[in-house]
């Protein structure tokens, strides 16, 4: 069974950094893009950023370009999303996805407050 499950998620104060990590199961994690996701409270779901898993390619949400950053570690199966200079908008629940034949898996969330 495919499996993703975020943690690194916690309360930190504007101007702040967190550390994102996502583990992988149940599937050959270096053939798919890897993702990250956030969901803040009355608001839908939106992409922050994405990897590829053979040539390294990202894609960074404009609301975070220069402030966060994504990895992987292939030997590992892990994902990584660094946050720096967080801010209260930055609140949410993040994920990490993978769409496997166009089928989407989502890891549990991690819950990431940023105050002011």
């Known amino acids: 069974d495919v499996q993703l499950q975020a943690s690194g998620g916690g309360s930190v104060q504007a101007g702040g950094s967190l550390r994102l990590s996502c583990v992988a199961s149940?599937?050959?994690?270096?053939?798919?893009?890897i993702g990250w996701f956030r969901q803040a409270p009355g608001k839908e779901r939106e992409g922050v950023s994405c990897m590829d898993g053979y040539d390294g390619r990202t894609v960074y949400a404009d609301s975070v370009k220069g402030r966060f950053t994504i990895s992987r570690d292939n030997a590992k199966d892990m994902a990584y999303l660094q946050m720096n200079s967080l801010k209260p908008e930055d609140t949410a629940v993040y994920y990490c996805?993978?769409?496997?034949?166009?089928?989407?898996?989502w890891g549990q969330g991690t819950q990431v407050t940023v105050s002011s």
């Open positions: 149940g599937f050959n994690f270096e053939q798919y893009i």
């Open positions: 996805n993978v769409r496997i034949f166009r089928l989407d898996y």
